[in-house]
């Protein structure tokens, strides 16, 4: 079989027994890729820890950071670990390889008020305006990936109960509550905005473009830009940025660590931990600008 037969066969076994998201099965897809392009005519399941070894060594020189050194073998882990199971290979050439060293970064959180000037950017007099600035303001209220509020349908939003229904990675399903401002702009924009954009056309979709399509993450990351420059915000931003202001702010504002996770959708709460360091951040901020002897 050839390294890509391979590498669609690993996918497509670790896509049903793990439930990965789009996403992740991207990410492995393509690191793949780029491995067996490197290795040119040499059979993938042939590969040797050296091979491995110098392949990371040209990522290196290349300018390839630890973090995506690091994610890229673990996609490699990952695959020779599918085809050891199956019993096609009998060495994992990934054992001997240590990862590389990845410093905890903090996620870029903004401040109360930089949220605020966010989510009064977008011009509400027009229907995609109106949307946009309805999507911002879920995007703060639930801390939704922005893969999830893109994708998200009518069949999962509860009006009557103000919750909003979420199949998040791995297949696992929460519900999260929106808050009444978020819902007061959710039902305006259902009545008026989106049959507007719409017209005579039909969308199973909440969030619809010109087109009467769903919106891709990439075309809302740009409108997110947009609007956060109009809002005169300078912070480099990321896709997560509200749903990371979402978790910081519940937290400095008194809300247990583990209805933060539940809500985040995070399975282990050593990943919402990291958000109690921007909170201990931001209080001895506060506690050197206000305290006597800060």
Same mark, same amino acid.
């Given at each position: 079989m050839t390294a890509t037969n391979l590498i669609d066969q690993f996918l497509d076994a670790i896509w049903v027994e793990q439930g990965l998201s789009k996403n992740t099965l991207s990410a492995y897809h393509s690191d793949l890729k780029i491995f067996a392009k490197w290795?040119?005519?040499?059979?993938?399941?042939?590969?040797? #820890? =050296?091979?491995?070894?110098?392949?990371?060594?040209? &990522?290196?020189?290349?300018?390839?950071?630890?973090?995506?050194? @690091?994610?890229?073998?673990?996609?490699? &882990?990952?695959?020779?670990?599918?085809?050891?199971?199956?019993?096609?290979?009998?060495?994992?050439?990934?054992?001997?390889? %240590?990862?590389?060293h990845i410093g905890r970064s903090l996620p870029v959180s903004l401040s109360e008020y930089d949220v605020e000037l966010l989510l009064n950017a977008p011009e509400v007099t027009n229907p995609l305006g109106f949307r946009d600035k309805t999507m911002l303001e879920m995007l703060y209220a639930t801390g939704l990936r922005v893969s999830e509020l893109v994708g998200l349908k009518f069949d999962q939003i509860s009006f009557r109960q103000g919750v909003v229904r979420i199949i998040g990675k791995g297949n696992k399903e929460r519900l999260?509550?929106?808050? %009444?401002?978020?819902?007061?702009?959710?039902?305006?924009?259902?009545? /008026?905005? &989106? =049959?507007?954009?719409?017209?005579?056309? /039909?969308?199973?979709?909440?969030?619809?473009?010109?087109? @009467?399509?769903?919106?891709?993450? /990439? @075309?809302?990351?740009?409108?997110? =830009?947009?609007?956060?420059? *109009?809002?005169?915000?300078? *912070?480099?931003?990321?896709?997560?940025?509200? &749903?990371?202001?979402?978790? #910081?702010?519940?937290?400095?504002?008194?809300?247990?660590?583990?209805?933060?996770?539940?809500?985040?959708?995070?399975?282990d709460l050593s990943t919402t931990q990291i958000y109690t360091h921007i909170a201990r951040e931001r209080l001895k901020e506060l506690h050197s600008t206000f305290h006597p002897r800060g």
């Open positions: 290795l040119e005519e040499k059979p993938i399941l042939d590969v040797e #820890t =050296k091979d491995l070894s110098a392949f990371l060594a040209s &990522r290196y020189k290349a300018g390839i950071g630890n973090r995506s050194s @690091a994610r890229i073998l673990s996609s490699l &882990r990952r695959f020779y670990g599918y085809f050891i199971r199956e019993n096609r290979i009998s060495i994992d050439p990934t054992t001997l390889i %240590e990862s590389p999260v509550p929106v808050g %009444e401002e978020a819902m007061s702009w959710l039902d305006a924009y259902m009545n /008026q905005a &989106r =049959k507007t954009t719409l017209g005579e056309r /039909q969308s199973d979709y909440l969030f619809v473009t010109n087109r @009467a399509d769903g919106m891709t993450r /990439q @075309a809302f990351w740009h409108i997110i =830009k947009r609007h956060a420059k *109009k809002a005169g915000i300078t *912070k480099e931003l990321s896709p997560h940025t509200l &749903r990371h202001a979402f978790a #910081t702010h519940l937290l400095n504002h008194g809300a247990d660590l583990r209805v933060v996770q539940l809500l985040l959708g995070h399975s």
